[in-house]
């Protein structure tokens, strides 16, 4: 079922960057760790493994098919998440799913379920411009999913639900007006969550995000300890492992949604530029992809794909310095975790899968 | 490319593609620059950041000098113990943390939280001990604790402690913390809250001497506050040891023979103006100031009417009553108003200026010389020879003597009483000097108050026959600088001719020695030499229309031997009553242990 020829058309280039992010990543995460029990450097490395056996897998099936079974796939994610939600107390920690050696996140598979949705419903949209219809149906498709992950709560990973939605509407079309309604509508939803939905604890660290020095021990602490890694890194770093605010632990989630941090200040400047280069370069790739898509469905994964790790990269490398809140998104491929480790090389993998099978009928 | 037009135009979604890219391109872009300012432009100010996240200065409190009495024998010791204090940066509730803490500790939250509010404007990042005096029990508890508490950190905290609790306690003084202000000011900069500093006597005159330079420990600490290395370390010089001239035994036994009363006993070395022994009574225990009083202690303390803090060697203010009629004696002679020979008869009361004064006995002493006015201390003698003399005279020549001025000793405090003259009645009372009142004075009544440290510095003058000496606590230092402080006086042996001293010296000894009202001071083999006093607080005729019993406070001051004397003692017994009845047994016990002690380093 697989082509001599489908393998020769692989983004070889595409997977080296990938493996080649993670792999920055399991060093990272060495140096913010290794002086801790639970050897992350060694569990991200095997991840990186399964996330690459699963990759492959992935490119076994044409995305085709898998879009053919999405709805599948979506009702059987909404069905665990909302199980998760009503038995969690007994089973899972927020949005998490205890497996005897590991715990999964299904919330960062839903990524992947959606993507593959979303591209589906979009596939036979023809028109130049969304029609509120359109609208309102991928809206509800995303939103299901979202409310349920927010209320785990998970807020970080239900928000990187939005970039999905917001990028295939932009392809389908959305009016100017349009934009500007999502924009108010957005700030309406975001104020009436303020008020209703946000635990205490998120909208502390939304609103130091304005003031971090004012209460260095509360919520603030962990954006100006994160800023004070970055700052005090200068343009060279303090070396590898040599960092005084992640190895006397100043630094808060360091192997996780703070390594970036952990780069700043032991990589300085020039570590920043380097990895950002290299950011630039993968999303480069996945942007350019598109191009290679034979028709409408993959181009909608590959800008949705690329979208969501543009969107988590860009989201985490503003938190940790401290001009966005501290929301709990990972950076894609170098945070610690195995989910949603998977769940970008799976992301990968649908674009992969997309643009090896660009001519038709093999 | 172009094959892929054959299935379906894309060019619309793709355009759309990259322009969202494009909006990715611009945000890193920001993101780039962000960052350039936060490493680059200001990269010092988070370095200084960084660094002072790393590293913590502790101080290493240096051990206080001890003080000791002239043998050798700890008076002022240093115990280790330890203190916990809290560290308001490193909360992350105040509120909260507080109550955990005071659970920790066993304080009572309110407590704890006034503690804290004590000293509120302190910088947060100043330890505020919260508790001390903890022992080694107390700390493993908390230590196995550690990481619940960040905040809370444990030193060790050599502490001052008085082996013989409140055996010259007023000599030594007491220590307390160091106030909000204090610890702002420039004189105890470099000091850190919870130090205590003396407040009164010893350890507040050689403070600067007893304190010791603390060290100081720059380790560096993680987020939790545990110490991962230690970056540099000033050790702590302890402060110089400290002999003071008290003799621990003489001064044991003028604290036992206090008990029980309220007054001042001192113990001079006549020769040198040492303090062998300065007893003030009632006591307290300076302990009590480390461990810190309960407020309702304090409050007991302080608003006792008999003021146990009171030093009254030094600052009570007493009429020297007859022990004034040694000065009047010598003044005379030195005026040349009386010769020895000089005699007067006493009728048990005599008029002078319109009105009666009275003798203490009451069918009067009949005739009487010089030696025996002052063996039977009578008054109409000395009223006679305080009218020949005039007030202007007995005040000279009772400052001269050392009476109404401050002596000099090195402990803080010291009162200067008071020798009234015409010129002080128009300042300060603003009423002319009755010429009563010299005759009152004469007998050192009237408004004539001195300290008994005074008058034992007075009965030195006359014991070495005109050599006033200031009297001294500080024997020797480890420390080649430390000297008590100078105090320039007047020697009266510039003025007064040695022998005249003799003739009261001769009073003196027949006072004690041959049943004169000192005769209970007499130690055999001692020829002690001394005089008594019975301060009237209401005059007696007051007393007896009232129909209550007079108590006076009972006086006794006098030296020994009477050639080449060695030792001063000076009791004074607040209601004692009579002096001979009352101070002069006391001091007769201190002039024999005095021989005793003496007699046996001889034999040695």
């Known amino acids: 079922m697989i082509d001599r020829r489908l393998i020769k058309n692989i983004d070889w280039y595409l997977i080296s960057l990938l493996v080649l992010n993670s792999l920055i990543g399991v060093i990272m995460i060495y140096s913010a760790s290794h002086y801790m029990p639970g050897s992350y450097h060694w569990r991200q490395l095997v991840f990186i493994g399964l996330g690459l056996l699963a990759l492959f897998a992935l490119l076994l099936v044409d995305y085709k098919v898998l879009m053919a079974f999405s709805f599948y796939f979506y009702g059987a994610v909404v069905f665990v998440l909302m199980m998760m939600l009503i038995f969690g107390q007994f089973t899972s920690k927020g949005s998490w799913i205890r497996l005897r050696y590991f715990g999964v996140q299904p919330s960062e598979l839903a990524k992947v379920v959606l993507i593959l949705v979303l591209a589906r419903f979009f596939s036979e949209y023809k028109r130049n411009q969304a029609t509120p219809s359109a609208v309102i149906t991928s809206s509800a498709l995303v939103g299901l999913p979202f409310v349920l992950v927010a209320l785990q709560p998970d807020l970080g990973t239900a928000v990187s639900f939005l970039p999905l939605l917001l990028g295939s509407l932009i392809l389908a079309g959305l009016k100017k007006k349009a934009v500007i309604a999502i924009v108010i509508l957005g700030v309406l939803a975001g104020l009436a969550g303020w008020s209703f939905f946000l635990k205490d604890y998120q909208k502390q660290r939304l609103s130091t995000v304005v003031f971090p020095g004012r ?123 195995g989910s949603s480790l998977l769940a970008n090389f799976l992301a990968v993998g649908l674009v992969l899968n997309v643009t090896m099978r660009r001519f038709a009928n093999i | 490319m172009e094959k892929n037009r054959i299935y379906e135009d894309l060019s619309l979604i793709l355009r759309r593609t990259s322009r969202v890219f494009s909006v990715v391109i611009l945000l890193l872009l920001l993101l780039i620059f962000i960052y350039w300012k936060v490493q680059i432009l200001d990269h010092k100010k988070y370095w200084n950041l960084a660094e002072a996240n790393r590293t913590r200065e502790s101080v290493i409190i240096a051990p206080r000098g001890l003080i000791m009495d002239r043998n050798g024998i700890i008076l002022a010791d240093n115990s280790a113990s330890f203190k916990a204090s809290i560290i308001r940066e490193n909360c992350p509730d105040i509120d909260h943390s507080l109550d955990e803490v005071g659970r920790l500790l066993e304080i009572s939250p309110e407590e704890l939280k006034s503690r804290i509010a004590k000293y509120e404007s302190l910088p947060l990042f100043w330890p505020i001990v919260v508790k001390d005096n903890l022992e080694l029990k107390d700390v493993s508890r908390i230590e196995s604790r550690r990481l619940e ?103 044991r036994k003028a604290t036992e023979l206090l008990e029980g ?7 001079l070395d006549a020769l040198a103006g040492e303090v062998l022994a300065l007893a003030s009574f009632p006591t307290y225990d300076p302990n009590k100031f480390i461990t810190r009083f309960s407020p309702q202690e304090w409050m007991d303390l302080i608003n006792r009417a008999d003021h146990p803090l009171e030093n009254r060697a030094i600052r009570g203010l007493y009429a020297p009553g007859s022990l004034f009629k040694l000065a009047m004696a010598v003044g005379a002679l030195n005026c040349g108003v009386i010769t020895e020979q000089t005699s007067f008869f006493c009728a048990g009361q005599v008029n002078f200026y319109g009105r009666p004064f009275n003798c203490w006995q009451r069918g009067g002493h009949g005739t009487l010389s010089l030696a025996d006015a002052i063996r039977y201390s009578c008054n109409v003698y000395f009223y006679n020879v305080g009218r020949r003399m005039g007030i202007d005279r007995i005040a000279e020549h009772a400052k001269l003597l050392g009476l109404g001025e401050k002596t000099g000793v090195d402990i803080p405090g010291e009162k200067e009483g008071l020798i009234p003259t015409p010129e002080w009645s128009r300042r300060v009372r603003q009423m002319d000097w009755y010429p009563g009142e010299t005759i009152s004075v004469s007998i050192g009544q009237g408004p004539v108050v001195v300290t008994p440290l005074q008058v034992a510095v007075y009965t030195a003058v006359i014991a070495s026959r005109g050599r006033r000496l200031v009297p001294r606590l500080f024997k020797s230092s480890d420390s080649p600088r430390a000297q008590p402080p100078a105090m320039a006086v007047n020697n009266p042996a510039d003025k007064i001719r040695p022998d005249l001293f003799e003739k009261v010296v001769q009073g003196m000894w027949k006072s004690v020695n041959e049943e004169g009202t000192g005769r209970g001071a007499k130690v055999s083999d001692f020829n002690v030499c001394g005089k008594t006093g019975s301060t009237q607080l209401v005059s007696r005729e007051a007393a007896e229309k009232l129909g209550k019993k007079i108590k006076t406070h009972s006086w006794f001051t006098g030296f020994a031997p009477r050639d080449n004397p060695r030792v001063v003692v000076t009791v004074l017994v607040e209601y004692g009553g009579m002096g001979g009845a009352t101070a002069a047994p006391l001091a007769k016990e201190l002039f024999s242990l005095y021989k005793e002690k003496n007699d046996r380093s001889a034999a040695h």
């Not at chain 1, 690329?306 to 809140?325: C, K």
């Not at chain 2, 009363?261 to 113990?267: D, T, W």
Request: hydrophobic residues 40%; glycine residues 12%; positive net charge.
């Open chain 1, 215 to 337: 209460d260095p021990k509360g919520a603030g602490y962990h954006i100006l300890q994160s800023k004070i890694a970055i700052g005090s890194g200068g343009l060279l770093g303090k070396g590898f492992a040599r960092g005084s605010q992640s190895q006397l632990r100043f630094l808060p989630a360091r192997h996780t949604d703070f390594v970036f941090s952990v780069i700043g200040e032991e990589f300085g400047f020039i570590g920043i530029f380097g990895m950002l280069l290299l950011y630039y370069l993968f999303l480069r790739r996945l942007f350019r992809s598109a191009p290679k898509s034979r028709d409408r469905a993959g181009v909608y994964i590959i800008s949705m794909v690329s979208l969501m790790i543009s969107f988590q990269l860009v989201i985490n490398v503003a938190m940790v310095i401290g001009i966005f809140p501290i929301v709990g998104i990972p950076l894609p491929l170098l945070s610690y975790g």
């Open chain 2, 261 to 267: 009363r309220e007054g001042a006993i001192i113990v």
């Open chain 2, 149 to 251: 508490f960040p905040e809370l950190i444990v030193e060790v905290d050599p502490r001052r402690k008085y082996p013989f609790s409140s055996l010259a306690a007023h000599v030594i003084g007491y220590m307390q913390e160091l106030t909000e202000e204090e610890l702002k000011s420039q004189a105890f900069a470099g000091r850190t809250l919870g130090e205590l500093v003396g407040r009164t006597g010893i350890e507040r005159q050689y403070e600067s001497l007893l304190v010791g330079t603390d060290g100081q420990r720059i380790e560096v600490v993680d987020s939790q506050g545990r110490r991962r290395g230690e970056v540099s370390r000033l050790e702590p010089r302890p402060g110089h040891n400290l002999k003071l001239t008290l003799d621990f035994d003489l001064q």
